[in-house]
């Protein structure tokens, strides 16, 4: 077993767990009589995975039309079914929990999967979701659309000025919005500080946090001077900003293996060339954010077919450009459990935790791609994948 706050090993462990939570795990523990015993042999167990930046309503084709096409041709029943779908996988994948950053374009419909995902209606993980996301007009998905198509779907609520921004806040609160996701900057930067300081203050009144989409050093300032609690993305942080977030406790989810996707894929030599520009950037702000203490949660930015279910890309990734195997898996377990405020509960294989865990053949440490094999996933107990037996 992977202790992986002390970074180490416990050998011939054994973990016992009643009604869904852990009572107690070590090396050699007595198991009582009675007990049901599933034994996994010499694999090796973890935690339960986190997605910290994931879009499980999110399922489109690649091709610059296909968001708005999604939009335009996919009822919301077909996008809950996709949902649906993504959430299987993904939990099969060995991710007992993610954190939904935007709905993109479905509404609420990803509330709806998360309270169908408790009620045991569908298959998936212990789910947080944004809702809509709130974006400044015109600087979010679908772009290109005929001017005079005024009731076009959009992909996140599109809003302008401070009470617009508060607004939109409160009614995504009031429907059930885990945290607020919040767009500061797309290829520029959108929002004011006061307008996202807006969204802030509503979001923490109701003990909501507040996520920030943010890649541009500009972005990444206002969001950080407004009182964001994570950065997600922030391709472009300078030192400076890291050592902000270090210092007020702010998170950074990278989603860099969204982008190493993205540029494997890419036929336009110029979109390649903008990929390896961004991923020499974050071997060295990958690195030096660790250095400094920022708080780094693991995200995929899962949103096309093929995405979902590969989420430990984004491990293996994180582990290629600094954090290492232990950095990048601790990202994956500790950290996004931090962020989603549910260190009490997933995270980790400790007495009072769920009974969410996966195994793998081999050693993670040694090898972080098996993250991407997962041959055993529990959750709450509750055997959900086993290629053990």
């Excluded at 992977?2 to 852990?22: F, H, S």
């Excluded at 996919?74 to 994948?93: E, F, I, M, P, Y």
């Excluded at 690195?287 to 979902?308: C, M, N, R, W, Y």
């Amino acid at each position: 077993m992977l202790d992986v706050e002390k970074g180490r090993y416990e050998p011939d462990a054994v973990i016992l767990i009643t009604d869904g939570k852990i009572t107690a795990a070590g090396s050699k523990l007595a198991i009582p009589a009675g007990a049901k015993v599933i034994d996994l042999g010499d694999a090796t167990v973890l935690p339960g995975l986190i997605d910290a930046h994931d879009h499980l309503m999110a399922r489109f084709k690649e091709g610059p039309d296909d968001y708005g096409a999604s939009l335009l041709t996919k009822s919301l029943a077909r996008r809950a079914l996709d949902g649906a779908a993504d959430a299987r996988a993904t939990l099969r994948a060995g991710f007992t929990s993610v954190r939904d950053v935007e709905s993109e374009g479905s509404g609420y419909a990803d509330l709806d999967l998360r309270d169908a995902i408790n009620e045991g209606l569908v298959e998936g993980p212990r789910m947080q979701g944004a809702s809509r996301g709130i974006a400044m007009i015109g600087q979010y998905n679908p772009f290109g659309v005929a001017w005079d198509l005024k009731d076009f779907p959009t992909g996140a609520q599109m809003v302008s000025g401070v009470e617009e921004a508060r607004r939109a806040a409160r009614e995504q609160i009031g429907h059930g919005a885990d945290l607020i996701k919040v767009y500061a900057d797309w290829r520029d930067a959108t929002f004011t500080v006061e307008e996202i300081r807006a969204i802030v203050e509503v979001a923490h009144q109701f003990h909501r946090k507040v996520a920030a989409h943010a890649t541009t050093p500009d972005g990444i300032r206002n969001a950080l001077a407004a009182g964001v609690d994570s950065i997600e993305h922030g391709n472009d942080a300078t030192a400076d900003e890291l050592k902000t977030m270090a210092d007020k406790g702010v998170f950074w989810v990278p989603t860099k293996g969204a982008y190493v996707r993205f540029g494997e894929k890419a036929t336009d030599p110029r979109v390649k060339a903008y990929v390896d520009k961004l991923l020499a950037t974050a071997r060295i702000n990958l690195p030096l954010a660790q250095k400094l203490g920022v708080k780094i949660a693991s995200g995929f930015d899962a949103g096309t077919i093929e995405d979902h279910g590969d989420n430990a890309f984004e491990i293996v990734t994180l582990s290629r450009l600094g954090l290492g195997p232990l950095g990048a898996i601790r990202a994956a377990t500790l950290g996004g459990a931090e962020l989603m405020g549910w260190s009490d509960r997933v995270g980790s294989l400790t007495p009072g935790h769920y009974g969410d865990l996966i195994a793998v053949r081999g050693d993670p440490l040694a090898d972080i791609t098996l993250l991407q094999r997962v041959a055993f996933v529990m959750k709450g107990g509750t055997v959900v994948r086993d290629d053990l037996h």
